[in-house]
Structures are given as structure tokens and as C-alpha cells.
């Protein structure tokens, strides 16, 4: 169901008084004083200035989420809940947070663990319930002054991604990521030949047409002129590869995917910025040089740091280990802020996440050493912040809210369900969320979202 504006009918006895007696020529004049969508002011967009956002003429500093699933909340649809949606943006708004990093994209696929419905159906064949969900969620967002990051596909399965729009292109070749038939690095492989598919790109092109041409539903603005995104960001954790074998031979596709993609994207909606959405030097097998130069034509910096799914801490031993994942989470975070430094640009960590207490998902359980994490990053963008280097913000993985898993023993969402958190459909429902009856995280998010407001830098 997509949305369609509510019409109220007046009855046949209006007549009888009198208000049946409309001209057309008075009819279009009335229709003619119905007032224009409200210009949209320049400043009032996230620019870049040297290592710094800008917003309004001053710096833009940020506290920031991810919540994948706001466009599949915001759909009036079966599958939506704007109630829900409303109550969280809320909830996040009273946190400080005032960024949200946001899927804009999902491709329908055979692929196990993906999302249903999506945002694609196949080239061509777009989604209006979630399209007119995403103008709802943009509208709600401007209301509270937030900002979105809107990524337009995903390297990973969860949402179709780059290996489905090689499916519809290819004759209906894929892998699932997991196969043991096809053991890891095949599956970021076969993802990476998507930047040398011109038939894939040409259907990822187009959806970006269609959607940076849109306008939204809901507030009337063109997407092109709505304050309210930040950024447009060319794909989720985009990868050269898996391997140092296919990473060396599909390297410069890559490269010219990101070029062509920013070029595109910047024609569509000059007063946005662009992203890659990338992990840093995890997503580039360590190489410092295709990092730096995957971002020449890129706005800001991006990293995010997974010390659990990077084996930097055992997770049967949180206690034990946390201090040298620490470690080694700090010097990643300066490697970062080196490369920031070097291309002269602006850097956000805009995914982190860390488990629950031994091992649990489930809302109400400890969260110790989440919350130590959570310290560690917020200590290290306030620090980084305060001697005047390119960070800018973070955006914790993931806000959860009000969702909770329905499985109580596997913890998956299965294909088509609603119960969304901050866990996409391939991993555990509560592994990385930030529900709402944790107080703890909370309470770190809130004071390091005052505590931005009040910094001054130093040179």
C-alpha cells in the first residue's frame, strides 16, 4: 500500500447552503493561494570546510545512531509502525543524538538473511510503500533537526546488496555469505565483481536516479533540496575485494565505481555530501593507500571498529581480553585520524558496537563491557575533538528501541517479519542493539552528546 493523502467529502447538503456554488475560475484561484513548499536555505545544509563540518556558519559535531530499519517503520504499510517510529526518534532526540545513519536501499533477493519486502523489486520495479515510509522518516527527522545518512546499497547480504544486483544481471549467478561450499573470502569476492558489471551498476545508477529525482511525499520537498540529509553514502562497508589476489586485480574498478558514483550523485543533489561507507583499513585488508585513495573524490572519512567480529576480544571472556581489544581499538582509531590528517578531510566512526554480558541478547541483561566500550569511544572523539583534529562524530551501532527479538533461542529475525532492532536479519537480535530499558548506554550516550556541546578546541 503506498500513501495516499486523506480526503474528507462533504456531504450533498452543503448545497443547500450555498457552498456547491463555486466557479472553476474560483476554484483555481483558490487553488492557486495554496502556499509552495517552503524554500529551503543553503546554510541549513552540512557542508565541508578543510577537517570540519560546517552547519549554519558554525562547526557541526555530532552524536549520531544507526538505525537501519527507519524507512521500513516509517511505511504505512503492514510491515511499518509510524507510531513506534515516532516514539524512537523521540527518544533519540532526548539523548542528544541528532544524526542518523539510515538504509536508503534494499534489493529483493534469493539470498539468505536478506530483507523482505525491499526497497527494489528488480531494476526498474521500486517499492512505493517503503519509498513514501523513507519520506515519512525525512520528514519526522526535519521536524526534530536531524540529520540522515542514507547508504544505497550494501557489499553485505542482509539487504540484497551488490551481489543481488549481479543475480539480476548475471542470469541468476550468486553465493550465500556462510556456504561452506564457498568458504570465506569468496563471497566478498563475488560481491566485489559488481565494480566491473557495467550491466549491475547500470540497474544501482538507476535507482539512484529515481531517488535523489524524488519528491518526498509527505513535506513536498525534492529529496534534492531537503535539509535533512547530510549525506549520501555510495554503499554499506564497501569492499576492492576479499582477497589480496582479487583486491590487486579489481582494484581500480573499484576506484572508478567510486568516482563515477560521486559524480553522479553530486549532479543529482549538489548541496549534499557524498560518503563511501567504508570500515577504514579493515575494509582494505590493512592497505593504507587504497583507503586514502578510494576517498579522493569522497567528502569525509569514514572507519567503524568491531572488536568481537575482528577477533580483538574473546567473547567467552570479555573480562579477560577487554583490555588488549582496548588497545588495539585506540590504535585504530589514531591510524584513522592520521589518514584524516593526510587527505585533509573531515572523519566520523560511524559504526561501533560491542556485545551484552556473556554472550545474551535479550533487553534487561548487563551490559559492562558495552558500556566501557561505549566510554572508550566517547573519551577518544571528546579528546580527539578538543585538540582540534578531523573528527567530527560517531554513530553507535545500533539503536533498538522498542523492538525485541521474537525467537528466544535462535534470536534471527526470519524473512518478512517486523520485529525490527538494531541487529539486521543475519545476525542475533540484541548482539548490538541499544534498547530503551538500557539505561546504562543511555545515560553514556546523553552525557557525551552535553558534554560535545560544551567543548573548545585547542591547536
Known amino acids: 500500500m503506498s500513501y495516499v493523502s486523506r480526503r474528507y467529502l462533504m456531504g450533498a447538503g452543503l448545497g443547500a447552503l450555498g457552498l456547491a456554488l463555486t466557479t472553476p475560475a474560483m476554484a483555481a484561484k483558490k487553488r492557486a493561494k495554496a502556499p509552495a513548499p517552503k524554500p529551503q536555505k543553503v546554510s541549513d545544509f552540512v557542508t565541508v570546510d578543510g577537517i570540519h563540518f560546517k552547519l549554519r556558519g558554525e562547526t557541526y559535531r555530532y552524536v549520531g545512531a544507526n538505525i537501519w530499519y527507519g524507512a521500513y517503520l516509517g511505511s504505512a504499510a503492514s510491515f511499518g509502525d509510524r507510531t513506534r517510529l515516532v516514539k524512537e526518534l523521540d527518544d533519540l532526540k532526548a539523548l542528544g543524538v541528532s544524526n542518523l545513519r539510515v538504509l536508503g536501499s534494499s534489493e529483493l533477493s ?41 547508504y544505497l546499497t550494501n557489499f553485505w547480504e542482509w539487504s540484497g546488496g551488490m551481489v543481488t544486483y549481479q543475480y ?82 579489481n582494484v581500480d574498478n573499484y576506484y572508478g565505481w567510486i568516482k563515477d558514483s560521486a559524480a553522479l550523485i553530486r549532479s543529482l543533489a549538489p548541496n549534499h555530501l557524498v560518503s563511501l561507507g567504508h570500515e577504514g583499513l579493515m575494509g582494505a585488508n590493512g592497505q593504507e593507500d587504497i583507503v586514502i585513495h578510494a576517498h579522493e573524490h569522497i ?42 590528517k593526510k587527505i585533509n578531510k573531515p572523519l566520523v566512526f560511524e559504526e561501533f558496537g560491542f556485545p551484552r554480558d556473556n554472550i545474551a541478547y535479550e533487553a534487561g541483561t548487563p551490559t559492562t563491557y558495552k558500556d566501557r566500550f561505549y566510554g572508550l569511544i566517547y573519551k577518544a572523539v571528546e579528546d580527539a575533538i578538543e585538540h582540534n583534529t578531523p573528527v567530527a ?12 527479538a521474537l525467537h528466544k533461542g535462535t534470536y534471527h529475525m526470519l524473512r518478512g517479519e517486523t520485529a525490527y532492532v538494531g541487529d539486521p536479519p543475519h545476525e542475533p537480535q540484541g548482539w548490538y542493539s541499544v534498547f530503551n530499558t538500557d539505561t546504562s548506554t543511555q545515560a553514556l550516550i546523553k552525557t557525551h552528546a552535553s558534554h560535545l556541546k560544551s567543548l573548545k578546541t585547542t591547536s
Open 168 to 249: 539480476w544481471t548475471n542470469g541468476g549467478n550468486y553465493i550465500n555469505m556462510g556456504d561452506p561450499a564457498h568458504p570465506w573470502p569468496e563471497f566478498a569476492d563475488f560481491s566485489s565483481q559488481f565494480y566491473a558489471s557495467g550491466a549491475a551498476k547500470q540497474a544501482y545508477y538507476d535507482y539512484i536516479r529515481m531517488l535523489l529525482g524524488r519528491t518526498n511525499s509527505i513535506s513536498g520537498v525534492a529529496y534534492k533540496d531537503e535539509t535533512s540529509i547530510m549525506a549520501w553514502q555510495l554503499s554499506n562497508e564497501p569492499r576492492p575485494g576479499g582477497s589480496e589476489a582479487v583486491i590487486k586485480k
Open 299 to 340: 567528502d569525509y572519512l569514514t572507519a567503524h571498529i568491531w572488536p568481537q567480529n575482528w577477533s580483538w576480544v574473546d567473547k567467552d571472556d570479555l573480562s579477560g581480553s577487554f583490555d588488549a581489544g582496548a588497545k588495539k581499538v585506540q590504535a585504530y582509531i589514531d591510524a584513522h585520524i592520521a589518514i584524516a
Open 393 to 404: 562524530g560517531s554513530n553507535f551501532w545500533a539503536w533498538g528501541g522498542a523492538g525485541r
Open 110 to 150: 534469493p539470498l539468505i538473511n536478506s530483507l523482505d519486502p525491499a526497497f527494489s523489486n528488480k531494476p526498474g520495479d521500486y517499492n512505493a510503500d517503503l519509498l513514501t515510509g523513507l519520506d515519512f522518516l525525512l520528514a519526522e527527522m526535519a521536524k526534530r533537526d536531524m540529520k540522515a545518512v542514507l
